[in-house]
Each structure stands twice: as structure tokens, then as C-alpha cells.
């Protein structure tokens, strides 16, 4: 039989052995607790690290590295495939793909019958004006002749083929260009007539897209389709486009786009762009 000492000193150490349970407990919970608030905070760290990243990762997508600077137009030349090409098409490279697209530039033909000027303001043509400043700067229509006069329906004198030079003419006249195309710009759409005397417009092959360096200059109102880049004004002689479009044109056209050859012939010497003004 278990005496009432035995019974205290029994109760004594259960006594004991539940404070150190409960304080094992205690230290448990508080080493789960620092566990979990140090677990927390790295992942803080972690999430604002991450944060951080993805913030700093979104500036720079943000932060244009290419792009189109202020003042400039993007400007989609295509290059003429090089399997095919025909010898009329004139390889002077391609012109930067930005472009100015403010300021005038003052275009001066010279020819065998004197000069003819026009001004071009950049804003409404930044592609093909840049297109033009290039193939003039290379010397692409230097000795060229205007192949193709229109008198009748419409009025236009036509020029700009790299391949029409020399003497005589050739069946492959009016089928050169340089060796890239640039889709059309500023066309005339809600003008009555869409090219009015005095319009220097870029010709094409009446496809989107398909403008070169062929131009035409309208020395009487013409009601073409407003689907030809309207480069610019003619501002000096216009008495020399006269001049030819007088002695008329020989007809070789006549059965396709109509008009020939002028009878009166027009070489130009030398086309210069000056530099954008304004």
C-alpha cells in the first residue's frame, strides 16, 4: 500500500514534469514562431526583390532602343529582289530609313534646255523626298532623258529611268528604276483635279507600293487617280515642259499609256536637292 509520502513525491514530479512539457512547448512554439517570422521575411526580401526586377526588367522594354526619333518619319523601302532583276534597274543602295520630316528642300533639274525647279516640303513626303535626296546625291538621273510626253486626256512629261540615255530610243524605255520601291505618300484624294499644272508627282506601277524614282511633271490639269505621291510644286521652267510638250510626241505609247516619246528632246543633266530648310 502506497504511503501519503510516496503519493506526494509522486504528485511532486508529475507536478515538474508537466512545467517542463509546457515550457518545451513554449520553446517549441516560440522557435516555430521565429521560424516562420524569418521564413516570412525572406520571402519578403524575395517578392520585393522580385518586384524590384521585374519593375526595373519593365523600364527597360519601356525604354524605346530603337524607335523613331523626334523629327523623323520610319520609311519602308523594299528592296527589288536580286533574282530577275533587269538591266534597267540602276543598284545606287538605299536610303536610311529615317527620314527628316520637316523642312522644304528646293529640287533643281538641269537640262539641255535649261533648268526647272520645284519646292518639296518634307512634312507631306518625308519617304520619297529622302528617297529622292538620295538618288540625286549618287548622280542616279544624271544624263537621263524624259521618255515619255502625254498630250492628249492628260498632260504630263515623264522622266526619272536610269536607263534611258544615249541616243535614239529603246523598247525597255520607261522600265528602269533603282533597286528598291517605297509605298506612296500625300496622294491627292480629296482634290478637284487631284494634279493640277505645275504638281511634280512620282509615277508607278499602279500597285501599292511600287513608287521608284520615275516622276511626272503636269503642265496642264490633269484627272489622273489620285493614286500617284504628290512630291511637290514646280516653282521655275515650267516654260521649258512647255516647250517640249509644243513639239509633241512620236505615239510609241500610244497603244499601252498612252502618248511617246517627245519629239522635242529633254535630257537631264544633273538633278540636285537642296538641303531641308525651316
Not at 534611258?164 to 496622294?187: C, F, I, M, Q, V
Not at 510644286?233 to 517640249?244: L, N, S, Y
Not at 498612252?258 to 538641303?275: N, Q
Amino acid at each position: 500500500m502506497t504511503s501519503t509520502r510516496d503519493r506526494q513525491r509522486a504528485a511532486a514530479r508529475a507536478r515538474l514534469e508537466r512545467e517542463m512539457a509546457e515550457r518545451a512547448g513554449k520553446a517549441r512554439k516560440r522557435r516555430q514562431t521565429q521560424a516562420i517570422v524569418g521564413a516570412a521575411a525572406v520571402l519578403v526580401l524575395v517578392v520585393a526583390g522580385t518586384v524590384w526586377l521585374v519593375t526595373a526588367l519593365g523600364d527597360d522594354e519601356e525604354t524605346p532602343t530603337g524607335g523613331t526619333a523626334a523629327g523623323f518619319a520610319q520609311c519602308a523601302y523594299t528592296e527589288v529582289p536580286k533574282q530577275g532583276r533587269p538591266p534597267q534597274i540602276k543598284d545606287v543602295g538605299m536610303p536610311p530609313a529615317q527620314q527628316p520630316n520637316k523642312g522644304t528642300q528646293t529640287m533643281t533639274i538641269d537640262t539641255n534646255l535649261g533648268p526647272i525647279t520645284a519646292k518639296i516640303d518634307r512634312a507631306n513626303v518625308p519617304c520619297t523626298a529622302g528617297s529622292f535626296t538620295h538618288l540625286a546625291s549618287k548622280g542616279f538621273f544624271d544624263n537621263t532623258k524624259c521618255h515619255r510626253l502625254v498630250t492628249q486626256g492628260i498632260q504630263v512629261l515623264q522622266c526619272g529611268d536610269p536607263s534611258a540615255t544615249g541616243t535614239g530610243w529603246r523598247k525597255t524605255d520607261g522600265t528602269g528604276g533603282p533597286s528598291y520601291n517605297l509605298p506612296e505618300e500625300n496622294l491627292p484624294t480629296n482634290k478637284r483635279p487631284p494634279y493640277p499644272e505645275g504638281v511634280i508627282a512620282m509615277a508607278n506601277s499602279g500597285q501599292p507600293g511600287s513608287t521608284g524614282s520615275q516622276f511626272f511633271i503636269v503642265y496642264g490639269d490633269s484627272n489622273l487617280d489620285p493614286n500617284y505621291t504628290v512630291l511637290g510644286t514646280i516653282t521655275g521652267g515650267m516654260d521649258v515642259v512647255k516647250q517640249v510638250a509644243t513639239a509633241g510626241d512620236d505615239g510609241a505609247f500610244a497603244k499601252q499609256a498612252g502618248g511617246g516619246h517627245p519629239k522635242k528632246e529633254i535630257t537631264m543633266t544633273k538633278v540636285t536637292m537642296s538641303p531641308a530648310q525651316g
